[in-house]
């Protein structure tokens, strides 16, 4: 069954400690990973896709990793401004739908 | 800019009312999607559709049905709303068949029925 886990859940950070959220998935055949920020109350804001393992990309302080099991979104000294939660998702095999994990909640503090 | 707009932010209904939930794209994107979103569950699929008239059940379609009379509007319909319909409601809408497609969301409608 085609799965997609996050963790941690929740993630609090200081003002420009760097970390990393990961995304671990089980699909058929993947065809990308997608990561998303959703702000409270807001709908979610695509940052990347990646479509095969050892493909990287950057945006600002995030830069999200793909292997052929998991993917990692490294937030480097980040700033309260990059409080949200980060989704992750898959597309589902031989479909144009995807499926998503629960998230991770990140919290940064000054 | 990939555009897609909601009817409502905030909704309040009582039960066993009608609800129609609306949302338009801007870039001609063959497919769209609703979905609900609850603390604890993630995002989960409704109904999509790949083509105007044209849609498929999602992972929970009970007590929904959409429609799809224009490329670039998908309503979903709660035929007779219940208190455990009451969530965040959010639409997508990507282009193409490749599976590859990024899927791009509205604002979300946050539906209470009281």
């Known amino acids: 069954e085609d799965q997609v886990t996050q963790s941690p859940e929740a993630l609090r950070l200081q003002e420009g400690e760097s970390s990393s959220l990961n995304c671990s998935y089980t699909?058929?055949?993947?065809?990308?990973l997608f990561w998303y920020r959703q702000d409270p109350g807001k709908g979610p804001e695509f940052l990347f896709t990646l479509y095969s393992a050892g493909e990287e990309k950057e945006k600002e302080r995030l830069k999200a990793t793909l292997t052929k099991k998991e993917s990692f979104l490294h937030i480097t000294a980040p700033k309260p401004e990059d409080s949200a939660t980060y989704l992750c998702a898959v597309p589902i095999y031989n479909t144009d739908k995807l499926i998503f994990g629960t998230g991770t909640r990140l919290q940064v503090f000054p | 800019d990939v555009k897609v707009t909601q009817s409502s932010r905030y909704l309040v209904k009582r039960t066993g009312e009608k609800v129609f939930l609306e949302c338009v794209q801007d870039m001609d994107h063959e497919n769209m999607f609703w979905y609900r979103q609850d603390p604890g569950l993630g995002l989960r699929l409704i109904y999509f559709s790949y083509d105007v008239k044209m849609k498929e059940k999602g992972d929970i379609p009970e007590g929904y049905s959409v429609s799809r009379e224009k490329k670039e509007r998908f309503s979903l319909i709660l035929e007779s709303a219940s208190t455990n319909q009451t969530s965040m409601y959010l639409c997508?809408?990507?282009?193409?068949?490749?599976?590859?497609?990024?899927?791009?969301f509205g604002p979300g409608t946050r539906l209470l029925v009281l």
């Open positions: 699909v058929s055949g993947l065809r990308g």
């Open positions: 997508a809408s990507s282009y193409g068949t490749t599976g590859q497609e990024t899927q791009y």
